[in-house]
């Protein structure tokens, strides 16, 4: 079945999103607006009094070198705004497609279940209130499901053609708002009122409305205004070095220097970066409730895993009969067939059809009554004329053979015990009282699995699986993935606990779940994804909600997450590198009349102080757009070591912006000054 993206945004160079983002670039000018990027806000401060002083002809500088100076600072901050633009842009582009399944509907409010329904506006209902939604109807609001049992198109959401079935109880109650009920008919109990609901919730975060920055963001910001105020004490100091050596440096001159000096690349990517990682889960159908997740995703050192249906396909799988001493394999495979006629499950179907490949064929057509398989009793079976035929798990065999006087034999009992240590599931198969044999069930681990865990553990990401299997079952199964450890027979307590242990321990644990069960675990992780077809409680207490329901997903998110901080330390990395590489480059061209021995350290032989100054601030603004599209796509994540991370930043990033100021500033020098322009 193919998947088609729901929330899909426009690409990198599409022309409304350009245009949108050039608009918003100029009325991100707003000194309200400006202030939330310190850096950016001080370069605005700059261009201004460059205005003011290519206005009123203020300084020793040549005017239409100050005038330009002025023209590019404002383009260095118009291509910082342009950049927080395009992420929001695309942001905006894919709350869109969420915003048009919010179209008003006439809802069916009950006053009690069974009363006759009132149609009212969806945007009347309050939550608590009762609906019945029938087939064809949309869903008017995010709700519980109280009554009844229908398929429901999710595809406005999910990108998923298949209907999903939601039903009262259980793990899959929960429903959505704007989507529809495609048969029966439900009774939904209203969770969350018109504009509060999950998608509400959703857009406001994807526009990035309700977007704080995370204390990584926060951090950082404070490390880029620590560097601006000594960069002040650094620029501040030159005019006074300069009057001591007997030469005057235009005021204009030493603006344009600060500005260049200060991290203006990294401060103008900031927000754009933080916004993008937002936007790559988005992406992924997988919705953040805040920056704060994504950013802890790249953190995570350990992942909780469920078994079934991440690790395992989940349907194990009959794999062969081991008959009881004295008993024939062909009357094993015989009453394995005629147990599991009534069993309905995926394994059930397995067995009868591997025993039809086994050649028995024939005895459906004998007289019984089918005993189906139930999740209390955990057996099931046919009543012949001539006995009783069960099937089931080891102790509910055990406890139907004891209520009739018998008991399994040490023989069956080794053959569960030997199928348990090769990570299989044994079913044991009973006539009367009298144990036949068992039945190989083998969990099937998905290919490919074990590569993937070890490439999270090359990335410094423990594996842990999440089993309710038995301590036998669960060690053979983590060995054949190749997980760091796991946990057997778990209880949502027992998942608390360890997340608690290991959080002591000061790891940073995500994991995934859908139940009611899994709520108190999803909280107290630090990265929670909720499936989307759980329960309300585990969507609540989640802070990541994957719109797929699909548990592997979670590797993904930690991806995701990891790429985010690899953006930021690398674009910081190579804004940092920048900064030190013009420093170096344009200050001896500035002394280099008073210093003629700074002349060994003018390598760049830049034409002229003014052509000096105004190529590094020509360079400055450029490199912001250059970079705009590595920050919205993210550096590619490969998994490796915190030590082999640093030295690829260092040597691409740290190396590239030593250099490459150099080389750019040089060139736009050579322009500039075959121009004329200084």
């Given at each position: 079945?193919?998947?088609?993206?729901?929330?899909?945004?426009?690409?990198?160079?599409?022309?409304?999103?350009?245009?949108?983002?050039?608009?918003?670039?100029?009325?991100?000018?707003?000194?309200?607006?400006?202030?939330?990027?310190?850096?950016?806000?001080?370069?605005?401060?700059?261009?201004?009094?460059?205005?003011?002083?290519?206005?009123?002809?203020?300084?020793?500088?040549?005017?239409?070198?100050?005038?330009?100076?002025?023209?590019?600072?404002?383009?260095?901050?118009?291509?910082?705004?342009?950049?927080?633009?395009?992420?929001?842009?695309?942001?905006?582009?894919?709350?869109?497609?969420?915003?048009?399944?919010?179209?008003?509907?006439?809802?069916?409010?009950?006053?009690?279940?069974?009363?006759?329904?009132?149609?009212?506006?969806?945007?009347?209902?309050?939550?608590?209130?009762?609906?019945?939604?029938?087939?064809?109807?949309?869903?008017?609001?995010?709700?519980?499901?109280?009554?009844?049992?229908?398929?429901?198109?999710?595809?406005?959401?999910?990108?998923?053609?298949?209907?999903?079935?939601?039903?009262?109880?259980?793990?899959?109650?929960?429903?959505?708002?704007?989507?529809?009920?495609?048969?029966?008919?439900?009774?939904?109990?209203?969770?969350?009122?018109?504009?509060?609901?999950?998608?509400?919730?959703?857009?406001?975060?994807?526009?990035?409305?309700?977007?704080?920055?995370?204390?990584?963001?926060?951090?950082?910001?404070?490390?880029?205004?620590?560097?601006?105020?000594?960069?002040?004490?650094?620029?501040?100091?030159?005019?006074?070095?300069?009057?001591?050596?007997?030469?005057?440096?235009?005021?204009?001159?030493?603006?344009?220097?600060?500005?260049?000096?200060?991290?203006?690349?990294?401060?103008?990517?900031?927000?754009?970066?933080?916004?993008?990682?937002?936007?790559?889960?988005?992406?992924?159908?997988?919705?953040?409730?805040?920056?704060?997740?994504?950013?802890?995703?790249?953190?995570?050192?350990?992942?909780?895993?469920?078994?079934?249906?991440?690790?395992?396909?989940?349907?194990?799988?009959?794999?062969?009969?081991?008959?009881?001493?004295?008993?024939?394999?062909?009357?094993?495979?015989?009453?394995?067939r005629l147990a599991s006629l009534g069993d309905e499950t995926a394994?059930?179907?397995?067995?009868?059809?591997?025993?039809?490949?086994?050649?028995?064929?024939?005895?459906?057509?004998?007289?019984?009554?089918?005993?189906?398989?139930?999740?209390?009793?955990?057996?099931?079976?046919?009543?012949?004329?001539?006995?009783?035929?069960?099937?089931?798990?080891?102790?509910?065999?055990?406890?139907?053979?004891?209520?009739?006087?018998?008991?399994?034999?040490?023989?069956?009992?080794?053959?569960?015990?030997?199928?348990?240590?090769?990570?299989?599931?044994?079913?044991?198969?009973?006539?009367?009282?009298?144990?036949?044999?068992?039945?190989?069930?083998?969990?099937?681990?998905?290919?490919?699995?074990?590569?993937?865990?070890?490439?999270?553990?090359?990335?410094?990401?423990?594996?842990?699986?999440?089993?309710?299997?038995?301590?036998?079952?669960?060690?053979?199964?983590?060995?054949?993935?190749?997980?760091?450890?796991?946990?057997?027979?778990?209880?949502?307590?027992?998942?608390?606990?360890?997340?608690?242990?290991?959080?002591?321990?000061?790891?940073?644990?995500?994991?995934?779940?859908?139940?009611?069960?899994?709520?108190?675990?999803?909280?107290?992780?630090?990265?929670?994804?909720?499936?989307?077809?759980?329960?309300?409680?585990?969507?609540?207490?989640?802070?990541?909600?994957?719109?797929?329901?699909?548990?592997?997903?979670l590797m993904r998110v930690v991806e995701v997450g990891k790429g985010?901080?690899?953006?930021?330390?690398?674009?910081?990395?190579?804004?940092?590198?920048?900064?030190?590489?013009?420093?170096?480059?344009?200050?001896?061209?500035?002394?280099?009349?008073?210093?003629?021995?700074?002349?060994?350290?003018?390598?760049?032989?830049?034409?002229?102080?003014?052509?000096?100054?105004?190529?590094?601030?020509?360079?400055?603004?450029?490199?912001?757009?250059?970079?705009?599209?590595?920050?919205?796509?993210?550096?590619?994540?490969?998994?490796?070591?915190?030590?082999?991370?640093?030295?690829?930043?260092?040597?691409?990033?740290?190396?590239?912006?030593?250099?490459?100021?150099?080389?750019?500033?040089?060139?736009?020098?050579?322009?500039?000054?075959?121009?004329?322009?200084?």
């Open positions: 079945m193919t998947k088609h993206p729901p929330l899909a945004g426009p690409g990198l160079f599409d022309p409304a999103l350009l245009s949108h983002a050039a608009r918003d670039a100029v009325l991100k000018l707003d000194p309200r607006r400006l202030a939330k990027s310190p850096v950016i806000f001080v370069t605005a401060i700059i261009a201004l009094l460059a205005s003011v002083y290519a206005a009123f002809g203020i300084g020793d500088a040549p005017a239409p070198l100050i005038v330009q100076i002025a023209a590019w600072l404002w383009a260095t901050v118009l291509f910082a705004n342009f950049a927080e633009a395009m992420a929001e842009g695309r942001g905006k582009a894919r709350a869109d497609s969420l915003r048009a399944t919010q179209a008003e509907t006439m809802a069916k409010r009950l006053a009690h279940p069974g009363a006759p329904p009132e149609p009212v506006s969806s945007r009347s209902l309050h939550k608590g209130d009762l609906v019945r939604i029938d087939a064809g109807d949309t869903i008017p609001a995010d709700g519980e499901v109280v009554e009844g049992v229908a398929s429901v198109d999710e595809s406005a959401i999910t990108g998923e053609s298949a209907p999903v079935i939601r039903e009262e109880g259980g793990d899959r109650s929960a429903v959505t708002g704007g989507t529809r009920v495609v048969s029966d008919h439900l009774v939904v109990r209203v969770t969350q009122a018109p504009g509060e609901g999950f998608l509400d919730r959703m857009i406001a975060l994807v526009e990035g409305a309700d977007r704080r920055k995370t204390p990584n963001e926060v951090a950082l910001s404070l490390l880029l205004t620590g560097l601006t105020i000594i960069f002040v004490l650094v620029v501040v100091t030159l005019e006074p070095f300069a009057i001591f050596s007997g030469e005057t440096i235009p005021t204009a001159y030493l603006l344009a220097l600060f500005v260049t000096l200060i991290p203006t690349t990294i401060g103008g990517l900031l927000s754009a970066i933080g916004i993008a990682g937002m936007d790559r889960l988005v992406k992924e159908n997988v919705i953040a409730k805040s920056g704060r997740a994504v950013e802890a995703a790249g953190d995570v050192d350990t992942l909780l895993i469920d078994k079934t249906g991440t690790i395992t396909y989940g349907a194990r799988q009959a794999e062969t009969f081991y008959p009881a001493e004295g008993v024939e394999i062909e009357t094993l495979i015989r009453a394995a394994e059930g179907k397995s067995i009868v059809a591997l025993a039809e490949r086994m050649g028995m064929r024939g005895d459906a057509d004998r007289i019984g009554t089918l005993v189906p398989f139930t999740a209390e009793t955990r057996l099931s079976g046919i009543d012949l004329a001539d006995g009783r035929l069960r099937k089931g798990a080891t102790d509910a065999i055990a406890r139907w053979l004891a209520a009739d006087g018998g008991a399994l034999p040490d023989d069956v009992r080794d053959d569960v015990e030997r199928i348990a240590r090769a990570g299989g599931t044994p079913l044991v198969v009973a006539q009367d009282r009298r144990a036949l044999g068992t039945i190989y069930l083998k969990d099937v681990v998905k290919p490919g699995i074990k590569a993937r865990f070890a490439e999270l553990r090359a990335a410094g990401v423990r594996t842990v699986m999440i089993t309710g299997d038995n301590p036998l079952t669960a060690a053979a199964i983590a060995a054949e993935a190749g997980v760091d450890d796991y946990v057997a027979e778990a209880t949502p307590e027992k998942k608390l606990d360890y997340i608690r242990a290991t959080q002591a321990d000061g790891h940073l644990i995500a994991m995934c779940g859908d139940g009611s069960n899994d709520a108190p675990a999803l909280a107290q992780a630090d990265v929670g994804v909720a499936m989307n077809d759980g329960t309300p409680a585990a969507k609540e207490a989640a802070n990541l909600i994957d719109l797929d329901s699909d548990p592997t997903k985010l901080l690899i953006s930021r330390g690398a674009l910081t990395t190579f804004s940092l590198a920048n900064d030190v590489a013009k420093y170096f480059a344009i200050i001896p061209a500035l002394f280099l009349a008073a210093y003629p021995q700074l002349q060994a350290l003018n390598i760049m032989r830049l034409g002229s102080p003014g052509s000096a100054i105004l190529s590094a601030v020509i360079f400055n603004a450029v490199v912001i757009v250059v970079l705009i599209p590595l920050a919205l796509k993210g550096v590619a994540y490969r998994p490796m070591s915190a030590a082999a991370l640093l030295r690829r930043n260092l040597l691409i990033y740290g190396l590239g912006g030593l250099l490459v100021p150099f080389v750019g500033i040089k060139l736009i020098d050579m322009a500039v000054t075959a121009l004329g322009l200084a």
